[in-house]
């Protein structure tokens, strides 16, 4: 096991081995250094008072909203005391009541109405507590909320694309550059075209069959189009990367096992990219399905306590056009026929809802997201994401939306013009002075993206109670329409009963034009969205039937519903999927658990859950060329995804027995199926399996020409992307770099202070504009100009560095309000920074002067909204309680004078208990064991 603890712990447990007693030499009062031990009060967590409170009081204490730092109830039994004593004392009370309250969340007895007064109750102790040390003065030390530190450096890097020049494919090969490549054999032609810096254009031919005999290689490929570049005047070169990396081992009955060998893996690189743009094409294309997946499996041993399992969120891409232009990629321990690519989402992706495809091919993930994702620190519990890929797979960029308590994104739509939009749900503050917002009850977002990733707009609605959007699209015009589910009245409109269908229209400046709202007396959803002309179309559920509603939105100010068609109940089933065929119809996708009256069934169910594709008029009366078809085994599976591309549905899911034309590949396997409901015919299907030999896809997207030859170099189709370069365009900012809140989780409005000294704090408010340059000078203005602020720039992008300007400086980073904290988002941690030195007698000191510095160690937000949450907060509480028990067992030893030194006998009394608390505050962190092992070296603390 790993722990990870404040530095000063063992700064404070060196001291007490060394008998430095650096608190006790270093910037102390007079009653310290006259002090004797009879003037150290008992601490409450070593006192045997029953008077001490349980944890079910405190709980009580805490629900009824009595403070959780007290000064008048901590109790010294030394009248005499430093007043420091009593100020730590309150502040462990305030701790232990948070435990209590963590404790009691995470109790299973504990009622669930009960929850959400807990979570409450939880955040004003943190609020409370936090806001009681940041203004707190006290006489022996210095006590910061976050850490204590001699640097603090953001681990948010903010990359600028403009500035790149490389593009590096997949791994394609292995071993020697010089071995031939099974994917490049056969028909193999594309085509390049280059903007020059002169405006001019230029196109490149390739056909790997003008290579004749030489075999075709890493090294010849890129030999041979390097020839075809230069012959044509382009800069651009194209090289192979040679990547080694060790064998991988596990350890099997305490001997290392070889699980993948060493090997050299092999790509291309095109260089140049920063002066010259690139845009492929092939001939030849056919579509690309794109399905995202959780791969791997939940339970391995079969014991849910011991939670042992490992799950990634996954892109695969399949080609559909017969699996010429697919090969199994190097270490592709699960591919299947006509799989071009199984990409790892970033780590932080938790859970994917919807994908779609642009014009230019380009794939758009919108999904949930946690921790970290792509660099991008979360500032609350979950964010929404919106992650880019191009046609090979490769991750363009990477937008989250910044919410401050959690969000989640649920639909993504593209518009003609290639912006973006995103729906889904909010809860908590996500821009300052959000009116209503609640952190237990979520209402409606969307949001809406330029070309590059930019955000231009974003709207909250919020009903009477809870809403949540579901379903986005665009009209041709570039207006947004947006659908969802909201308990009470929304946008104006009447309830009918439990959860209502709504339909919003905004237009392309993301101002609400209109709310429509729908439903019956049952618990109504939406799952899809449609515009065609002056109508959309939405499918959802009433209860538990299908239901497929048309509004006329000629007037989006006054949207009218023109007509409604039930499909029946879906026997557990739901709507997941609406779009047009080129002869008008509309087509539903989803899933059913009985046959639905809808015109002729041209292929029959095939029993339980099956998956279906409908075709209805576009009036939604019944017509002769009504039809359904159904898809499915006898045994257990489930369509989870759909679509609709081409003219046919598009279905994904998931199925442990037979399916049909596809034989079984693992324990769990996905399966993609594409009906031609006229014809009765399944055009297409493929069966796959991922890790752990299980699958669970969770979205289906389909490119009309996305595969072609360029997958088997690893290219993409369409021009070369290298990331989202939202710049600065301020005429009077010198600084034209990337926006801070275009490669971070900030918003615009989003804070946090700088208190230098004993100076009042002061605040840094993110703007909309805000560059790493601008921001630097911020810090360096609030700082009064006595924090040092470099900007370092890496491969991953840049970063903030901020040290105190001399030794005399030390300064404070405290976090913004609640649900607008910077600090997270920009990867710095709060905490008091100022230089140290190491004095021979004293030990490690601050480089001012002052008093010894501790932290109590709290640098992200806390809460008790989930299991793992609980858990964390725990962990936290627990490590800033050992903090204020260290700093008590420092001010015990400043306040015990020596005896006289002795070569041998007994170890004096003062010396067992100084040690004993010291043993018992790291004891905190290990449990009581002996690994004390930290994520920093102890010679960093002296440094």
Do not use: C
């Not at 308590?405 to 821009?431: F, Q, R």
Request: hydrophobic share 35%; net charge negative; proline share 4%.
């Amino acid at each position: 096991m790993t722990i990870s603890f404040d530095p000063n712990l063992l700064i404070s447990w060196y001291q007490a081995k060394a008998s430095l007693a650096g608190l006790a030499t270093a910037g102390q009062s007079n009653n310290a250094t006259a002090g004797t031990a009879a003037q150290v009060p008992t601490a409450p967590w070593n006192s045997s008072s029953s008077q001490t409170p349980s944890d079910s009081a405190l709980v009580t204490a805490a629900l009824t909203g009595q403070p959780f730092i007290n000064e008048n109830a901590a109790k010294l039994d030394v009248p005499t005391a430093n007043a420091d004593y009593k100020k730590l004392f309150a502040i462990n009370q305030g701790l232990s009541t948070l435990t209590a309250l963590a404790n009691a969340a995470n109790n299973p007895t504990t009622p669930s109405f009960q929850l959400p007064a807990i979570q409450a109750a939880f955040a004003r102790g943190m609020s409370e507590i936090q806001a009681y040390v940041n203004t707190s003065t006290f006489g022996e030390f210095r006590l910061t909320t976050g850490i204590a530190t001699s640097t603090a450096t953001s681990a948010t890097p903010v990359a600028d694309p403009s500035r790149q020049d490389t593009y590096q494919t997949a791994v394609l090969a292995t071993g020697s550059s010089i071995d031939p490549v099974a994917a490049f054999q056969g028909a193999v032609q594309f085509d390049a075209t280059v903007k020059k810096p002169s405006g001019a254009t230029v196109t490149v031919n390739f056909d790997l069959s003008e290579m004749g005999a030489t075999p075709r290689s890493m090294s010849s490929v890129a030999a041979y189009m390097n020839s075809k570049l230069s012959a044509a005047g382009v800069g651009l070169t194209v090289s192979v990367d040679h990547n080694t990396v060790a064998a991988q081992t596990i350890t099997v009955n305490g001997q290392p096992v070889e699980v993948t060998p060493a090997q050299t893996q092999l790509s291309f690189q095109i260089s140049g990219l920063s002066t010259e743009t690139l845009t492929l094409s092939a001939p030849t294309t056919s579509p690309a399905v794109y399905v995202t997946q959780t791969a791997g499996d939940p339970n391995p041993d079969g014991d849910p306590a011991t939670n042992d399992g490992t799950q990634q969120q996954e892109l695969l891409k399949l080609e559909t056009g017969g699996g010429a232009d697919a090969a199994r990629r190097p270490n592709d321990a699960t591919f299947v026929a006509g799989q071009v690519l199984s990409e790892k989402l970033p780590d932080g992706v938790t859970n994917v809802h919807s994908t779609t495809t642009g014009a230019d091919g380009s794939v758009y993930v919108v999904a949930d997201g946690s921790g970290t994702v792509d660099g991008q620190g979360i500032k609350g519990s979950q964010d929404a994401v919106l992650l880019k890929y191009d046609t090979a797979g490769n991750l363009v960029y990477t937008q989250t939306l910044g919410a401050g308590v959690t969000a989640s994104g649920v639909s993504v739509a593209v518009g003609a013009d290639g912006k973006v939009a995103i729906a889904g749900s909010v809860t908590g503050e996500l821009d300052a002075g959000d009116a209503g917002a609640d952190s237990a009850t979520s209402d409606s977002f969307v949001t809406l993206y330029d070309t590059k990733g930019q955000e231009l707009w974003t709207d909250r609605t919020g009903a009477l109670g809870a809403d949540r959007a579901s379903a986005v699209a665009f009209d041709g015009a570039g207006n947004v329409y947006v659908a969802g589910q909201a308990q009470g009245s929304i946008g104006g409109g009447t309830a009918s009963g439990g959860w209502d269908g709504y339909l919003r229209a905004y237009n392309a400046t993301g101002q609400v034009q209109s709310t429509r709202q729908f439903g019956s007396s049952a618990d109504d959803s939406v799952g899809a969205i449609v515009v065609s002309g002056t109508n959309v179309y939405v499918a959802g559920q009433d209860g538990g039937a299908g239901m497929v509603r048309s509004f006329d939105i000629t007037n989006p100010k006054q949207i009218s519903l023109t007509a409604s068609r039930s499909l029946g109940s879906l026997g557990g089933g739901s709507l997941e999927a609406i779009g047009l065929d080129g002869a008008g119809n509309l087509l539903i996708g989803g899933s059913t658990g009985q046959d639905l009256g809808i015109g002729t069934t041209t292929l029959a169910r095939g029993g339980g859950l099956d998956g279906f594709g409908a075709r209805l008029s576009t009036d939604l009366t019944s017509t002769a060329s009504d039809a359904v078809a159904y898809f499915g085994g006898t045994g257990k599976d489930q369509t989870t995804a759909a679509t609709i591309s081409g003219g046919q549905v598009w279905l994904t899911g998931t199925t442990t027995t037979d399916l049909p034309g596809l034989a079984p590949v693992g324990k769990q396997d996905g399966y993609v199926a594409a009906l031609d409901i006229g014809a009765g015919a399944v055009t297409y299907s493929q069966r796959f399996t991922a890790k752990d030999r299980m699958d669970a896809p969770t979205s289906i997207a389909v490119g009309a020409t996305g595969a072609s030859a360029l997958d088997r170099l690893g290219l993409p189709s369409g021009a070369i992307q290298l990331g989202a370069a939202a710049l600065n365009t301020n005429p009077f900012v010198v600084d034209n770099g990337p926006l801070v809140t275009t490669a971070t989780s900030l918003r615009a409005g989003d804070q946090f202070q700088i208190k230098v000294g004993t100076s009042p704090a002061s605040t840094i408010t993110i703007a909309a504009d805000d560059t790493m340059s601008s921001l630097a000078d911020k810090i360096r203005s609030a700082g009064l100009f006595e924090v040092n602020v470099q900007t370092l720039t890496g491969t991953a992008g840049a970063t903030l560095e901020l040290t105190p300007d001399n030794d005399r400086t030390s300064f404070q980073l405290l976090p913004g309000p609640g649900g607008r904290d910077a600090l997270t988002a920009l990867g710095l941690k709060p905490g008091l920074i100022r230089n140290t030195i190491v004095d021979k007698t004293k030990g490690v000191m601050p480089a001012d002067k002052g008093t010894q510095t501790y932290g109590l160690r709290f640098t992200t937000a806390l809460d008790l909204n989930s299991k793992t949450d609980i858990a964390a907060a725990l962990t936290a509480v627990g490590n800033a309680t050992t903090t204020v028990r260290a700093i008590y067992a420092d001010l015990k030893q400043a306040a015990t004078p020596k005896p006289p030194s002795a070569s041998s006998g007994s170890v004096p009394a003062y010396i067992t208990n100084q040690i004993a608390d010291y043993q018992a505050a790291l004891d905190r962190l290990t449990g009581g064991g002996t690994d004390t092992s930290s994520g920093s070296s102890l010679v960093s603390l002296f440094g």
